[in-house]
């Protein structure tokens, strides 16, 4: 049985406590110069600050009343890192995240490790940012402010556009209209630029779902604690937990991905209950169950695939990161590769500001193989994760041991990771 929870900590980012960081905002007078971006989220927010930085003018549109987020861990690898660096953000980012230690895999039922890297001799390669979406949205969000303190537009869902020669209208979902020179769907997997722009593209269920949750690390025990990303990897399904950081509290995340045959829902929020997740989990290690036992409130959501798309672009209407690319977190690479399309498409912008189509086509050729690549890759990754060969430990040695060995893991991750964004040549 997972022990007794202890008294409440500080106020943490449970999925029931969401965090505001903006207030609600009347929609301010847009110029008809300006680059319109649907979508507040990670990479909408980067690409607004990735073109103030180089004094392009933009505004953002989203369709919430005020910028919250529920609690969720994130996972910046090193292609992620340069890019933030390349904002100017390193020092905000670096006072919120945890450096881990290590990383390592774990069999499901006996918790022996096997070891991926260490911060003190691989720190360059795969050292990963972990902190909490919150916060990286905090950070952008101040940081697009302070260069333009009325960029960002609350209660402002684009629903649709019309262009012409002329530019863009941002259609919203209270019937006014934006004028711009430029329109980016930033806008996520249900996407309505893309809609506008593609037409409905169907999502295939994978057969597969997504816990969520962060529990205080007073509630775990001592060795539970330790600055580690740890996947657990078993026959039907697999966890990774890390530690973040909300205020003066450590919070460890748990996230685990399970074969499920039956979902409705397209949904990153939907409630879940502890029992019925312990299900999902039964007969794995005790320290699997406990991180399970004190959650305080778990999300799941159906994990849903888009197929890839041929085109992104049409004249001054482009998409960026889960709305052309979305794809399944078994890599850990979705907010990476919105970082990316972020800096590349504002390098694209600062070189040929004049000519927007030409703009667009130039990003769309520069991004659309790499993050087809990637997102293959990672729904590749099911079968690595989940496995009948790790059912005994007599086969689970060998099969990790190959899988998970030093030359199949470069293999596996380097060249996502040693990708520079910001440098990587635009021709």
């Known amino acids: 049985m997972p022990p007794s929870k202890s008294p409440k900590t500080p106020p943490s980012p449970s999925q029931d406590s969401a965090m505001s960081f903006g207030d609600i905002m009347i929609l301010e007078q847009v110029s008809k110069s300006s680059v319109l971006i649907a979508g507040a989220g990670i990479g909408g927010l980067a690409m607004a600050l990735s073109l103030l930085r180089r004094g392009i003018d933009c505004d953002v549109f989203e369709q919430a009343s005020e910028l919250r987020e529920v609690g969720a861990g994130l996972w910046i ?9 390349d904002l100017g953000l390193t020092e905000q980012v670096e006072q919120n995240c945890i450096a881990a230690e290590r990383r390592s895999i774990r069999l499901w039922n006996t918790g022996d490790r096997w070891p991926l890297y260490n911060r003190s001799s691989d720190a360059a390669r795969n050292q990963p940012y ?10 952008l969000v101040d940081g697009v402010r302070e260069l333009k303190p009325g960029a960002i537009h609350l209660s402002a869902h684009v629903v649709g556009f019309s262009q012409d020669d002329e530019g863009v209208r941002a259609k919203l979902a209270d019937g006014s209209e934006v004028e711009g020179r430029a329109l980016i769907g930033a806008d996520g997997a249900h996407s309505k630029v893309r809609l506008g722009l593609i037409g409905n593209i169907e999502s295939e269920y994978t057969k597969a779902i997504a816990w969520r949750g962060l529990v205080p690390v007073d509630r775990l025990a001592r060795h539970q604690r330790e600055p580690e990303v740890a996947t657990w990897i078993g026959p ?27 979902w409705l829902l397209e949904s990153w929020s939907e409630k879940g209950s502890v ?22 409130t778990l999300n799941k959501w159906g ?19 889960d709305a052309c690319h979305s794809m399944l977190p078994y890599l850990g690479q979705g907010v990476n590769m919105a970082l990316e399309d972020a ?32 997102a293959k890759s990672a729904a590749g990754m099911l079968p690595i994760f989940h496995n009948q060969a790790l059912c005994k430990p007599e ?7 190959t899988q998970w060995a030093p030359d199949a893991t470069a293999a596996r991750y380097d060249w996502i990771y040693q990708y520079d964004a910001a440098t990587a040549p635009l021709h």
């Open 395 to 401: 086969t689970a040695g060998d099969y990790i041991k």
């Open 303 to 321: 994990l849903f695939v888009r197929p890839s798309l041929g085109t992104w672009s049409k004249g001054c209407v482009t998409l960026l990161g």
């Open 130 to 139: 972990l902190l909490l979406r919150a916060h990286l949205l905090k950070i």
């Open 77 to 85: 690898s090193m292609n992620g890192v340069r890019v933030l660096r």
């Open 275 to 296: 029992e019925e997740c312990l299900k999902d989990f039964k007969g794995w290690h005790p320290d699997i169950i406990e991180l399970v036992g004190n959650v305080d």
């Open 343 to 374: 800096s590349v498409l504002a390098r694209c912008f600062e070189e040929n500001p004049d000519d927007i189509a030409a703009v667009f086509k130039t990003y769309q050729g520069l991004r659309l193989d790499r993050t087809t690549k990637v």
């Open 236 to 262: 039907t399904a697999h966890v990774t937990a890390y530690p973040v950081r909300w205020q003066n509290t450590v919070m460890m995340t748990f996230s685990g991905q399970v074969d499920h045959d039956d």
